[in-house]
């Protein structure tokens, strides 16, 4: 069975404030994606990394895919109240052969105050 | 282009009634996933169709089942409704792009169970 563990589970910071969100495992992943979800919304798809070591940025976040494809961040710089929201990592089976299985963090509830 | 649709958005059930849930996928999207999501266990992978042949399952019990149609659109159904089946009920559509599976997901159909 393989488990996503993500810290920390919640984090009220200021506004400007940076942070960073972690996502290990002792499992390879094919893939390693991270989702924001709101309140009464599913959740949306923020980045897909999926080469060991890759590094994305989107605007104000980075997304960084470890080189063992075990482990990712996320970090947000300068963190505005509009990024407050559930963030969650998913990693994609490496056997690809998923179908459509994601595994879950139990994700981190970030609050931004203004 | 329209998104994933769920309906019911929300439903109230009382223990031992059953549940059918639909989903509409994505245009074009013939792989449809669907997720049990709750403050303690997070997000749980359920079971995921493709062309009307289920390709995967998760761990739960035979309550929980599903369909798809030819027109790609599913559906769930859990029958004997427990009071631990209350959750946000996730929908999924999914293509295979730039090496990895991508979900999109829909709002939900948010289930309590009295």
């Known amino acids: 069975t393989q488990l996503l563990e993500q810290s920390p589970q919640f984090l009220s910071i200021q506004e400007g404030e940076n942070l960073t969100v972690y996502c290990n495992s002792s499992?390879?992943?094919?893939?390693l994606q991270w989702y924001r979800q709101e309140p009464g919304e599913g959740p949306v798809l923020l980045v897909t990394?999926?080469?060991?070591?890759e590094v994305k940025k989107l605007k104000r976040l980075t997304f960084q895919f470890g080189d063992a494809r075990k482990d990712s961040s996320l970090h947000i710089t300068a963190a505005q109240p509009g990024d407050t929201g559930l963030y969650l990592c998913?990693?994609?089976?490496?056997?690809?052969?998923?179908?459509?299985?994601?595994?879950f963090g139990q994700g981190t509830i970030l609050t931004v105050h203004p | 282009k329209a998104g994933v649709t769920q309906t019911p958005r929300y439903l109230i059930k009382t223990r031992g009634q059953q549940v059918t849930l639909s989903c509409s996928p994505i245009?074009?999207?013939?792989?449809v996933s669907w997720y049990q999501q709750t403050p303690g266990q997070g997000l749980q992978f359920l079971f995921e169709?493709?062309?009307?042949?289920?390709?995967n399952k998760g761990n739960f019990p035979g309550r929980f089942s599903g369909r798809q149609f030819s027109n790609s659109r599913s559906e769930m159904n859990v029958s004997t409704l427990e009071l631990g089946d209350s959750a946000l009920y996730l929908c999924?559509?999914?293509?295979?792009?730039?090496?990895?599976?991508?979900?999109?997901f829909g709002a939900g159909s948010r289930l309590t169970v009295l």
């Open positions: 999924a559509s999914s293509f295979q792009g730039g090496g990895a599976n991508v979900l999109t």
């Open positions: 499992s390879v992943f094919s893939s």
């Open positions: 990394v999926v080469t060991g070591g």
């Open positions: 998913a990693g994609e089976d490496y056997e690809g052969t998923s179908y459509g299985k994601l595994t």
């Open positions: 245009s074009g999207h013939r792989s």
């Open positions: 169709y493709f062309s009307e042949t289920q390709r």
